[in-house]
C-alpha cells in the first residue's frame, strides 16, 4: 500500500493502517505485560501508562510503531482463486440429467 512520494524519493506507507503495541519498559507492571503482543491502530491505542498500571507515575512503558496491524502478510496472498473451496462435495453435473426419461 505505498503510495510514491511526490518528490519521487521514497514510498510512503498509508498512515490509514499504522499500528502501534506496547514495549514494556523495565520494571513493567502486568498490564504492559499482558498488551506486549497485542497490536492496535494508533487512533485506537490506549494512551499510557496504561488502564490498570501498578505504577503510573514512575511508568517507562513506551509505544513500538508498526506500518500495518497484521502480524502477518495479506491473506489474499495465501489464497489460491482456482482452488476448490474446502467442503465441497463430487461434481454433480456428470451425473445424468434429472429431466431425462429413465430407462
Not at 517507562?60 to 508498526?66: E, I, K, M
Not at 495465501?78 to 431425462?100: I, Y
Amino acid at each position: 500500500m505505498a503510495a510514491k512520494d511526490p518528490g519521487g524519493n521514497k514510498p510512503r506507507t498509508d498512515r490509514r493502517w499504522h499500528a502501534v503495541s506496547v514495549k514494556p519498559g523495565p520494571g513493567a507492571c502486568t498490564a504492559a505485560k499482558t498488551a506486549k503482543d497485542r497490536r492496535w491502530l494508533s487512533r485506537e491505542a490506549p494512551q499510557l501508562p496504561l488502564p490498570g498500571c501498578d505504577w503510573p507515575s514512575q511508568c517507562r512503558c513506551t509505544y513500538q510503531h508498526h506500518e500495518d496491524r497484521r502480524v502477518s502478510g495479506r491473506r489474499a496472498e495465501d489464497l489460491d482463486a482456482f482452488a476448490r473451496p474446502v467442503g465441497v462435495a463430487s461434481e454433480r453435473r456428470k451425473q445424468r440429467d434429472r429431466r431425462q426419461p429413465k430407462d
